[in-house]
């Protein structure tokens, strides 16, 4: 079935870090992918998205590259910032079997000045 | 634009109790998603809405879970009667469009359900 890996947590960073949360994925077809963030004490929040292959997502500096020959679509950011701190789940939509997302477990991201 | 909302944000309860959680999804959204969070896992679906049919309910365990959208707006998830695995955050999405490269799915912040 479909599935989502995304690295284990929790990543700890000073603030200016380079930042990579690795996330591969198991799916039929070719799913749209998904990078959402929950801050503390706030709901879920879309912060990228690529429906292709080789698409590149972005938003906030936060990069996602869709890699089908490697099925992987990686977050990265040049620089963090105290900010940034929260929770990072990687999404895939099926085309085939519906419009629900299928999350990993998300990665918690703590950054420190 | 209002987002979606949801309440209570938190509850706590008795094992064998009934809670009911409610969702108004933002205005025009034609789908509703009820998703399951157990602390340290990504969101799971439970069940989706499309107006006021149900879509897809394959992973709602339906000897105890019960979810309803009528007049195709907002919608109550009900537990009757909870166990102590059903201790998690309840989160509500809604969609403009079931499908597309544009349908976006927009949360609202969860209630938080914990089962002593």
């Known amino acids: 079935g479909n599935s989502v890996t995304q690295m284990e947590g929790p990543v700890t960073l000073s603030e200016e870090a380079f930042l990579t949360i690795n996330c591969t994925y198991t799916a039929t077809g070719y799913p749209s992918l998904f990078w959402y963030v929950q801050y503390p004490g706030e709901g879920l929040q879309l912060l990228l998205k690529?429906?292709?292959?080789?698409d590149k997502g972005s938003n906030k500096g936060f990069e996602a590259t869709y890699r089908k020959e490697t099925t992987s679509f990686h977050l990265e950011k040049g620089s963090v910032q105290v900010s940034d701190s929260a929770v990072y789940f990687c999404?895939?939509?099926?085309?085939?079997?519906?419009?629900?997302?299928?999350f990993g477990k998300g990665t918690t991201l703590s950054v420190s000045s | 634009e209002a987002g979606v909302a949801q309440s209570p944000r938190y509850k706590i309860i008795e094992k064998r109790q009934s809670v009911a959680f409610w969702c108004n999804p933002i205005?025009?959204?034609?789908?509703l998603y009820w998703y399951q969070q157990i602390l340290g896992q990504g969101p799971k679906l439970l069940i989706q809405f499309q107006n006021n049919g149900v879509v897809d309910d394959s992973q709602l365990p339906k000897d105890r879970f019960s979810a309803e959208r009528l007049k195709g707006v907002d919608s109550t998830l009900k537990i009757q009667p909870a166990k102590l695995e059903d201790s998690a955050v309840y989160l509500c999405a809604s969609s403009l469009v079931p499908g597309g490269l544009y349908n976006e799915q927009f949360f609202g912040p969860g209630t938080r359900l914990t089962v002593l």
């Open positions: 999404a895939l939509r099926s085309n085939q079997a519906g419009t629900a997302l299928i």
């Open positions: 205005s025009g959204h034609a789908t």
């Open positions: 690529a429906t292709k292959a080789d």
